[in-house]
């Protein structure tokens, strides 16, 4: 009888952790809902093409980055770490026919690009599934970004500027509306949620906040040329 007690309150415990592991991970992958991987990855490259990186890696039990703190399912960061780097590794070796193959390669380099990248693409958008956003309109232009000084001001929607969020300026979408912006010069992409009115600046399409900057590349250049793919 005993026994038998262990073994129902043990199934409900196992019951339990898989059921809050797959609610973080659902979690998770929702925040990657209209990302791309387009630019390429390595050790030391941050933003939210590496935290979504770490999502699709941490989907699998064979690429898990790690099992607790940072990194791990529900933990998952925006700085591409040696720990990524190994997970990348055993991606591409496990998919080796797709990745590795094709490149002349027979091991892992944890390095992200054009194989690796569109392996990832295929797989975020199964964990996706109908929560994946479509491209509904492209707008090419020229990107720039929120003054430093800028901070907490309100925006035209009413909410604060918070340079550390992902939020943009657009002349005309409405409030609420999700882009994914890529940096030409270097592919690297960032989604965003249009809270604000602007840029008014003469050829200027859209202004983004500092950390989506960051993201693609932008601090340095200040204005960059971009394709802006309006989701739904």
């Keep these: 009888m005993q026994r038998a007690t262990n073994i129902f309150l043990f199934v409900i415990i196992f019951n339990f952790f898989l059921f809050a592991s797959l609610k973080v991970l659902a979690a998770s992958v929702d925040y990657c809902a209209g990302l791309v991987f387009t630019g390429n990855l390595k050790l030391g490259s941050t933003g939210q093409e ?3 990186l ?23 960061t925006d700085v591409f770490g040696k720990l990524t780097q190994a ?16 490149s002349g390669l027979k091991k892992g380099v944890g390095y992200v690009g054009e194989l690796t990248k569109a392996k990832l693409n295929k797989i975020l958008d199964g964990l996706l599934g ?3 956003l479509k491209t509904t309109q492209t ?15 309100r925006t035209a ?21 999700k882009v994914r912006v890529v940096n030409t010069n270097n592919n690297r992409s960032v989604v965003l949620k249009i809270n604000d009115r602007g840029p008014f600046v003469k050829n200027r ?6 950390i989506a900057a960051r993201d693609i ?10 394709k802006v793919y309006v989701l739904k």
């Excluded at 999502?55 to 699998?60: A, G």
């Excluded at 009413?158 to 969020?165: A, I, P, V, W």
């Excluded at 399409?205 to 500092?210: N, V």
């Design 50 to 52: 590496v935290r979504c």
């Design 54 to 76: 770490q999502v699709v890696l941490n989907s699998d039990p064979a690429t898990l980055i790690t099992k607790i703190g940072d990194g791990s399912p529900g933990y998952e």
């Design 87 to 102: 997970a990348v590794s055993r991606f591409q070796e496990k998919y080796s026919n797709e990745i590795l193959k094709p």
């Design 130 to 132: 109908n929560k994946k």
């Design 139 to 153: 707008l090419n232009g020229k990107a720039s970004y929120y003054a430093s000084s800028l901070q907490n001001n």
């Design 157 to 177: 929607s009413g909410e604060r500027y918070d340079g550390q969020k992902y939020t943009a300026a657009h002349k005309t979408l409405p409030f609420g509306t």
């Design 205 to 210: 399409l859209i202004d983004i906040s500092r």
């Design 217 to 226: 590349g932008l601090l340095s250049a200040g204005v960059a040329n971009v």
